[in-house]
């Protein structure tokens, strides 16, 4: 079995849909998902699995039993993890501002022309390019600044869309293997 990363999509943000990890990492493990690992409050996952797919939907049913209401999951493998961060087009801003450059996933491919739509709406120097199945997203001002919401990320790539820093995904790469 391999590794495979998934991130929860809206859970602990703006003190919504409260889920404290040790109760997620019981839930998952209680569904029959081995070698659990969270990171940080906002959703991130390693377990071992063969399938992205798979652990997703698997996620997915056992949180919507957990906690009475459906939660978004997107994951992909070890190897496609460490893909994202091999190609990520803006290694530079990464670099200098990790906290301020994200990789945005999406739960299927983003539609032709998100990241100029996107880029349409976006301000203060924000930068957006699409690679691979992902988007990269740079906000010089910090994401919370930014118009770019949760929603209008959904509407313009086509599909349930979540974002984690640089920091979030270099450490969940670590945690992956």
Known sequence: MGRIVTLLRGVNVGG???LPMADLRAALEEGGLAEVATYIQSGNIVCAGTSAAKIEA???AI???????PIEAIARTAKQWAGYIDAFPMAAEAKDEPSRTFLLLAKAKPSAG???ALAERAQNGERIAVFAD???IHYPEGAGQSKLTPALLDRL???TTTQRN???VLKLKEMAG
């Open 58 to 60: 698997a996620v997915e």
């Open 134 to 136: 992902a988007l990269a």
């Open 166 to 168: 640089w920091n979030t």
């Open 63 to 69: 949180l919507e039993k957990h906690a009475g209401a």
């Open 114 to 116: 998100a990241a100029d």
């Open 16 to 18: 919504n849909r409260k």
């Open 157 to 159: 790539v086509g599909t």
